[in-house]
């Protein structure tokens, strides 16, 4: 009599980066007649997740490359302002120290190329100030750092998750940052892709929570995740540095990081190649929950947000603490920021400079002095 077929045992090799070479036995239908030669056991190679070629993360950095160097063209420093760094350099020389620290332009220049500038915002309709200010940067020291962590921190997820889910994650983060930042900080000029930075942490932090089934060191990889994010945060608790932007963007990707980047739990993914197994749901029930709870959030948070910046509401008149989450005042650093402030008389070629906060004042032999060449005179006479 011939015997009774039993189910063969399949191994199902996973793909992926958080399983990589980790075999699980699974039940499926008898095995094919060319697997005799292995009894009762054939491997089954599953592709869990599709790898994609980073593209659009180098692009970003090649396109923030270009707008500051066009900045710097158009800053001019030898035409606009009376004293020069790396003169060498031409038209595209640095600003002095005492105005600008990070080797870069003047905000005269920051606000003419798009930097939030709130006012601007509010009383001229230049909502558009609030994308733009992401591709801007303050200098070389504030272009390197972001880049370099842009490529750091991007690449990785662009090669997981693809270009579209990416770009969109840190777009949208950026936009988010730019309205914390301009509801908080509303006298000076913010510019730079630290919003959108941030949001790709958040994005990161969420993607690792949502996808939480399908991680092997979980506890290992939340607590390295968790003081990245931490000590970078820390930083924003230093004078010029905009915390909120980078708080706004954080907030902004770690919502969207629920929506974009949630994942196809493993069950579902191995009963496409055992026809034996019981169907399973594509996602978990918490993972939907987060999905709309965390879509619905981001909406409403962004919309108010906008709303309430258009309409030129200071939120720190409705929070009195809130301002110590982007500068904490020690007696080696001053968390005044507020710009400079001079008035001016000008006598036939002689330009008399007078600093508002200090009484200092200067006397300059130019005729004509530009808005630029003025307020690089008045920060130095501040300072």
Known sequence: MEREQRPSQVQIRINSRRHSGVIHP????????????????????????????????????????????????????PKNSVSCIATFLGRFS????????????????????????????????QGWRLITSNWLHAGVFHLLANMLSLLVIGIRLEREFGFVRIGLLYVISGFGGSILSGLFIQSNISVGAS????????????????????????????LTLLVIIAVNLAVGILPHVDNFAHIGGFLSGFLLGFVFLIRPQ????????????????????????????SLILLIIGLTVGLVMLLRGVDANDHCS???????????????????ASCST?????????????????????????????IQGLCVELCS
């Open 26 to 77: 699974l039940q499926s239908s008898p095995a094919p007649a060319s697997a005799a030669a292995s009894p009762g056991v054939y491997p089954v190679e599953i592709k869990h997740f599709k790898k994609w070629v980073p593209w659009l993360i180098p692009l970003f950095v090649v396109a923030n490359t270009i707008v500051f160097v066009i900045t710097m063209y158009v800053n001019n420093c």
């Open 94 to 125: 640095f600003q002095p120290f005492k105005e600008n620290p990070l080797l870069g332009p003047s905000s005269y220049t920051l606000q003419k190329m798009g930097g939030v500038d709130v006012s601007k915002v509010v009383d001229k309709d």
């Open 195 to 222: 919003g959108a930075l941030f949001g790709l942490l958040g994005g990161m932090l969420s993607e690792l929570i949502t996808n939480w089934t399908l991680y092997s060191n979980k506890l290992a990889a939340l």
């Open 266 to 293: 493993f069950g579902w993914v191995s009963q496409r190649y055992t026809p034996a197994a019981a169907d399973k749901p594509k996602f978990k029930m918490y993972q939907c929950i987060l999905w709309v709870v």
């Open 321 to 339: 603490w809130c301002h110590y989450l982007s500068c904490v005042p020690t007696s080696s650093w001053s968390c005044n920021t507020q710009p």
């Open 345 to 373: 008389t000008q006598i036939g070629n002689q330009l008399t400079i007078t600093c508002s906060s200090n009484g200092k004042h200067g006397v300059y032999m130019l005729a004509d002095a530009s808005s630029s060449q």
